[in-house]
């Protein structure tokens, strides 16, 4: 998504099938039930509503799961440079 013009990447996460198996089937977002990817394209088209005035987001739709994890890679190697490590 896209907020006060500039990049705003989310990861949805879902629980490990040890605490949870009831999400055992889902790897990717296209393993997500269609209501599902709709609640959430729900939530962050409004989530920023309140309070008024805030700017608008705009969605660009979902990534794969290889490219969250490509996210969540380059965030820990950014966390690492600026902590030193």
Known sequence: MTDRGEADEKII???TDRLDPAWS???GIEDLPAVE???IEA???IYKDLPAGEAAVELQGFGSA???RER???AMQGFERRAGG
């Open 13 to 15: 996460g879902v629980p």
């Open 25 to 27: 089937g889902v790897q």
């Open 37 to 39: 990817r709709q609640r």
């Open 43 to 45: 939530f962050f088209r």
């Open 66 to 68: 290889a490219e969250a």
């Open 72 to 74: 969540i890679m380059e």
